[in-house]
């Protein structure tokens, strides 16, 4: 109880520090969109160069406003991340947001099961770089999936 | 089994009890402190360790959010790096101190293995710190953004290392209830040992008990019985081998004891001839026999233990058997207490006499004997009757007869008048028993006793003093006339004829009496007088009544004197012999000595013969006196000359007694004297006897060659026959005749000179006695008798004196042929 305490109280200074940003709306098919080149990177230049190109920040395709792409291996490890290089290798399959929802997980499941859908979390905007409510969508890419998320 | 084994079989079982509770006790204690050891020294410390853990994590954790606070406000990156670092350090120290842990050797297997989960956790929350950190230092958002997982990852630790505390509250609080658990089930198990045990020592206490006080208690019960007297109860069991077993046997063996000796007091009790009664203090039967009841005509239910005294004797009165006139007296008498031992007489109105014996006890009560004596004293009366009274009259005898003179005597000074003491005795009795047998002479006496009853009055006593003496007391008499009188009619009464088996007794009586007012006051004296003047009745000629007179008394003590001289000159030879001699008349030479006994009197004067012998024959003593005359004759004249002869005379006493011929023999042996200088000289009374013994003892004194002399010859009446009946050796004429030569005409001279004829004719020796005078001398002579002895030749002499004679006599033999008249004066010297 102490930790949950201090987690709140915690959570609760970080937002407060966070400067204002003036947001811009995507659509759900730009996002889409992203995914689909993702997928055709994939299935066209193969894994290594697909994540490479999303790394890329130069790499406009994969890159647009608060849009950018990330690659995960089923087991939740950061491939690729568009936005967050930081994370790259990283295991984030625990991870969850300050609502408590493991985003990951529920990606992975779409992933297996599914193949493809749309997440809710909160995340860092790679425009303002705060956490802010942000959807992404979600497809299955080989053994991995990958997404692409946009502040909402 | 014994009480003694079941006692220590108890014990032992107790001693068990307190052994096993006791050493779990101790076990318990032991344990309770080996777990208290447990929870002090490995439980706590443990549950320390995993808090100490748990605050070191929380700080490290806490680093964490510092550093990505931080981060997130953009501090610079030396500093972020320093911290990270710390966290770092904190994290690599964490690992080494869950691996110490996790190396201690007292971890459960929960705890082993929730260890190595949190090992597993504690790297997975390491990783992901570390790719926090990684990831804050160049983009604080998303360490933001990952702090949640590595929270969930540290939540994940600290939830292990909470379970770990938990795992090892639990241990402790195990530990904990464990002692608890033990203390409460020690406790338990205490409390159950003792009740157990206390229940063990119960039953113990009771099966003991059961099987010892139970039988104690009957035992007690059995003794109880016994002490009360009573035999008849259940006993118990015999059989049992223990102690009680024993002590039921010993009672069983003294009530048998008591049975047999309650059977004996009810034997002895009932069997006894007197009736007996145990009273208690409160005067209540506690045993009484049944000759008890019977005495009193109670049945033995009227007289069983309890009833009281007072019920007895209102019972006794009203059967009829109590004493005195009035009842209310006598129930007060038998109710009085008894307080000290009493024997009384009570003449019961039946007329049963009852001897009456009370003993005290201690306890207040008393015993008392009830003894019928009717019986008893009707035989000590009969008895007292047969012991004062003649059995073949009824009369008294002499002790009563004492008795009631000394009563009669006792009451004269009041009375006043005399009494009369009168001594019958029947003459001539001995000829009645010859006559007519003892039947004849006790028919006689029956009938005399009878008559002497008739004549008496009721206070007169009659007595028979033995054989044919009787006395009569005759009591209140004015004088000597009356009892002349009654003396007379006895005589009178007493001379009628007797008839028995058709005959006719005729005897007479002679009485004596004498008065208590003349003649004496004692009992002994007045029968002595009565005595004394019966004895002058029948010297009297019998047949007649005498009076007692003062000289009979004089007489009778003279005799008396007379008897004790004669006692005492038997027993100490007192008598001395004098000789006279004997002459032969025609040379006048002396032919021997008559030896005469004397008896040497008090005052020194010679008693004569005819004083004292008939009194020594009456004393019977005479045969005694003549064995030794005749020694000491014999041994005197065994020192005389040759030719002399000594003459001794024996009494008719003398040859009743019998042995005189062995007598003679033996005083001639003894003198060594010839038998023929013996002679015997007997009178003519010896052979009024006419008996043969007699006669035969004289001949054997012949045959031995004594003489046998006839002394006092025609004294008798019918001398002459007796010469020839026996042979004599000699004739003496009694001296009676020379005295009355001269004086009655010519009777006695002719007698004489007859009496000498007759000797002569039948060849026998005729000594003439008393020669007194030179007349009586010269007529002998002319008369031509043979021998002559008397005073005036010669007078009896001492022993001493006997030698003088002897020489006289020498002296004129040798000058025979002087004249008659010298010889006469010679003669006359000795």
Redesign the interface.
Known sequence: M??AA??IV??A??IS?VPALALEISTNEQVAAMVHRVQERFKKDGLAATIEAVNDKTTPEFHDRDLYAFIYNMQGIVLANGA????IG???I?????D?KYLIQEMVAIAAGPGSGWVSYK??SPVT???EDRSAYIEKMGDYFVGVGMDR | MPIRVKAFAASVVLMICLVAVGGYAYQAARKLAEDFNELSKRSLPKQETISNLNDEVIATHVQVFRFVTWASNGVNGRLLKSISDDVLADLVAGRARFELFNARPDLSPAERSTMADLSARWEKYVDAVKDTLDVGHTDAPMATMMLGATDDDFQKVASDLARMADLAGMQTRAAAQEFVITAERNREVLALGAIAATLLSFFVALVVGQSIVKPIQSVTKAMTEVSSGNVDFDIGDQTRSDEIGQMVRAIATYRQNLREQTLRLDTALNNMSQGLGMFDAEQRVVVCNDRFARMYGLSPEQARPGTTLREIVERRIANGFYSGENRAEYMNQQLAPVVSESNTIEELSDGRAVLISCQPMADGGWVTTHEDISERRRVEKLVEHMASHDALTDLANRSHLIEGLNKALAKLPGQGRGLAVHFIDLDRFKDVNDNFGHDGGDAVLRTFAERLRALTRHNDEVARLGGDEFVVLQTDIDGAVDAEDFASRVAAALSVPVTFNSHEIRATVSVGFALSSADGASAERLLKCADLALYRAKADGRNCVRRFLPEMDWEMRARVELENTIHNAVLHNRFVLHYQPIFEISTRRLLGFEALIRLPAEDGTMIPPLAFIPVAEELHLIDKIGAWVLRDACRTAALWPKHLTVAVNVSAAQFRAGGVCATVAAALQEAKLDAHRLELEITESLLLDDSEAIMKELRMIKAIGVAVVMDDFGSGYSSLSYLWRFPFDKIKIDQSFMTGLGRSGRDAETVIKTIIALGRELRVHVTVEGVETAEQLRFIDEANAEQAQGFYLGRPVPESEIAASILADFKRASSQGTSTLEREAKLRIV
């Open positions: 102490r930790n201090f987690f915690f959570v200074l970080v520090n967050r290089p930081a994370l990283k295991n984030l625990s991870l969850k947001d300050q408590g995340w860092p770089n705060k956490i």
